[in-house]
């Protein structure tokens, strides 16, 4: 009679090492080839190399730090989180959201500013003039 041994999230010789808890999970009993441990689907978000235990560098993010972090994010050093590739530093000026894709335009904000004060001048003009003529 021969046994077969089946690994469930383990690997080599019995099926004695566990598979890396940054392997993706495949939806299957497992994570890892049963004979060296390198991960079957990939890795979490995060994480890269056959066995994922590679952290994303500073520059990069996701599955398998597949995809580069914004060049709009600030600051030195860790630019966005290894999973979820948000600003770790916040934003470049002129730029916003979660990865700092959108533009900030600060001529919104300058235009709105203006237009206030033009509705400011005349309403205390035209407060002026009524006044004036009340009298």
């Known amino acids: 009679m021969i046994l077969v041994l089946v690994c469930k999230n383990s690997y080599g010789r019995n099926c004695t090492k566990n598979c890396s808890e940054t392997c993706k999970d495949t939806g299957v009993d497992r994570r890892c080839n049963r004979v060296d441990g390198h991960c079957l689907a990939g890795c979490e978000a995060g994480y890269a190399g056959a066995f994922c235990q590679q952290e994303c560098n500073n520059e990069t993010y996701g599955e398998n730090c597949g995809n580069r972090c914004s060049v709009n994010c ?17 934003c470049k000026h002129g730029f916003e959201g979660v990865r700092c894709e959108v533009s900030s335009d600060s001529s919104t904000y300058e235009k709105r500013y203006f237009h206030l004060t033009i509705l400011s001048v005349g309403a205390s003009l035209t407060a002026v003039v009524v006044l004036f003529l009340y009298m």
């Open 74 to 90: 600030d600051g030195d050093g860790r630019l966005c989180d290894s999973v979820n590739g948000s600003c770790t530093h916040g």
